[in-house]
């Protein structure tokens, strides 16, 4: 491992990227007395977490919930610490209501351990001691979040801060480091109970990118968990915009620079070191080289490929080719498929949960339209005009079949005209209540968010790529971090705060502290 490092703080770092993982590791720097610079392709800021608005509906992009509001949850932390206030929001409770094929009455994910726990007794029988496991995993693996980790570790303070997170109450997690979901269902026994594993299925494909086979243990403990009190999952009010909107505040008031519209096409490196960035200014065209050697890059692992020009040529440096190997050798990451609808509040159903979870077919794989993601808007929450609402549906699909196809837009036409036909079947859907309706693929998020391939959330949390396996916030060149969804600890708003924090304080290490 490397030796810690005190250097005189950098003239400027650029961050690349505009989504919560980058606004976050800006605001932070920038209250900390660094001078940032922050570029996005985008009109605004926000990246998958984004907002955008028709006919009177504002839409979210992608994420559609956050946790980490509660005291002591990261969001609330970073934003103490900014000075800046929460947004307003309310639990979502339950956190999700799940319909299985044929079923018509779904399996809700309460927030009240209770309540929660008496759902799945009454769901899943037979199960208990999977569950009890679990909830005793979550809660070791939350207090090792808690003491702020640095995964995987890469020099000795990095190390440091690990052993520091490791005490006796989270010892437990060790002998499970190794383990799938998978695996425990079938020490249980369980594993051929096909609603119980649907379900989790369904859910972990969600937060972890992958299956419950495929999904590290200690990663869904912590994915399955965090929707109980005194944790849960929250519903802004406005929109998501408003952690960005809140984010650049900050940025801004303290010194920071944000640029929307502005490319970053190359990084530039000599001798294995930042030297600076190649901008193209979006609307006149302009290009220039801003000179930087410290730049954090949110973005996916095969975009930082492309940024650094390895496609074509690649350094004959041993670690720089065991990296470019890693990333090439990742599994194909899935898009999404959304619509997105503005209807009249009679097309929803009383009592209808902010977010449900649907699948068609239990012979057809998770994904393409055979399961559904859904976020409902409810009355005053901002999204929608008085007596209407908002529907957004996602599904996982496969990027390829979206790039470089002369009928994309009959495909694009046919999995809209899927998707509602399926939500017409708990929704009312008709061309009386719909009111606006337009869809985004894989070509939609790589056009507005940047993202290679317009993929979504990560590399997966599979044992290979999760925590003290994932690949790290510094990368083999020196002065280029990575934050974000393809680091620890994962997708979602949170998340990426998560990687965002462990970036500043890493470089708070690296550098010696400002003269006052």
Same mark, same amino acid.
């Given at each position: ?18 989504g919560i993982g980058g606004l976050t590791t800006a605001a932070l720097l920038a209250h900390r007395g660094y001078s940032v610079l922050v570029l996005d392709q985008a009109i605004v800021p926000g990246g998958c977490a984004s907002t955008f608005k028709r006919k009177g509906f504002t839409f979210d992009v992608g994420a559609t919930q956050v946790a980490g509001l509660e005291p002591g949850g990261i969001h609330h932390r970073i934003f103490s610490e900014l000075e800046i206030d929460l947004p307003a929001a309310t639990f979502c409770d339950p956190a999700c209501a799940v319909f299985l094929p044929g079923e018509t009455q779904p399996i809700r994910v309460w927030r009240d351990p209770e309540k929660w726990q008496q759902e799945r007794q009454e769901q ?84 972890? +990118?992958?299956?419950? =086979? ?9 994915? &399955?968990? /965090? #929707?109980? $009190?005194?944790? !849960? ?123 449900? +979870?649907?699948?068609? =077919? ?9 399961? &559904?993601? /859904? #976020?409902? $808007?409810?009355? !005053? ?136």
């Amino acid at each position: 491992m490397k030796e810690v490092d005190n250097l005189p703080r950098p003239n400027m770092v650029i961050v690349i990227g505009a989504g919560i993982g980058g606004l976050t590791t800006a605001a932070l720097l920038a209250h900390r007395g660094y001078s940032v610079l922050v570029l996005d392709q985008a009109i605004v800021p926000g990246g998958c977490a984004s907002t955008f608005k028709r006919k009177g509906f504002t839409f979210d992009v992608g994420a559609t919930q956050v946790a980490g509001l509660e005291p002591g949850g990261i969001h609330h932390r970073i934003f103490s610490e900014l000075e800046i206030d929460l947004p307003a929001a309310t639990f979502c409770d339950p956190a999700c209501a799940v319909f299985l094929p044929g079923e018509t009455q779904p399996i809700r994910v309460w927030r009240d351990p209770e309540k929660w726990q008496q759902e799945r007794q009454e769901q899943f029988p037979g199960s208990e001691k999977f569950w009890q496991l679990m909830g005793t995993l979550f809660e070791a693996s939350w207090r090792f979040q808690s003491r702020d980790p640095i995964l995987p570790p890469r020099n000795w303070w990095d190390l440091v801060q690990l052993v520091k997170a490791l005490r006796l109450d989270t010892m437990i997690t060790l002998p499970f480091t190794l383990l799938t979901v998978g695996d425990l269902l079938r020490i249980y026994g369980i594993d051929n109970d096909r609603r119980l594993k649907t379900f989790l299925d369904l859910q972990l494909k969600l937060y972890s +990118q992958v299956n419950a =086979d495929e999904t590290a243990l200690l990663y869904a403990a912590t994915a &399955l968990g /965090v #929707s109980q $009190s005194p944790q !849960g999952l929250y519903h802004l009010q406005g929109s998501m915009q408003v952690l960005s909107d809140r984010l650049v505040a900050s940025l801004k008031r303290d010194g920071g620079t944000l640029l929307m519209g502005h490319t970053v096409e190359a990084i530039e490196t000599e001798n294995r070191q930042v030297v600076a960035v190649k901008i193209r200014d979006q609307k006149t065209g302009k290009v220039w080289r801003e000179t930087t050697d410290l730049v954090v890059a949110n973005v996916t692992v095969q975009n930082i490929v492309k940024l650094l020009g390895w496609e074509n040529h690649i350094s004959t440096d041993p670690l720089d080719r065991i990296y470019h190997h890693r990333i090439n050798k990742l599994p194909p990451a899935s898009g999404a498929f959304v619509i997105y609808l503005g209807v009249d509040q009679s097309a929803i159903p009383p009592e209808c949960p902010p977010h449900l +979870q649907f699948l068609y =077919d239990y012979n057809r794989p998770i994904g393409e339209n055979n399961s &559904l993601f /859904v #976020s409902v $808007s409810h009355p !005053g929450d901002g999204r929608a005009p008085h007596g209407q609402a908002t529907i957004i549906a996602s599904s996982f699909t496969d990027t390829q079949q979206w790039w470089h196809n002369p009928d994309y837009q009959k495909l694009k036409h046919e999995y809209t005209q899927q998707a509602i036909n399926r939500l017409s079947s708990y929704f009312q859907l008709t061309p009386e209540t719909i009111i606006y309706s337009c869809a985004a693929t894989p070509r939609t998020f790589a056009r507005y968010t940047a993202r290679d391939q317009g993929v979504v959330g990560g590399v997966g949390q599979r044992i290979s790529t999760f925590g003290p396996f994932g690949f790290s916030n510094r990368t083999p060149i020196n002065g280029l971090w990575l934050v974000g969804d393809c680091t620890h600890p994962g997708e979602g708003t949170a998340g990426v705060s998560y990687s965002a924090l462990t970036v500043v304080r890493q470089l708070e290490n690296q550098f010696t502290p400002p003269k006052h």
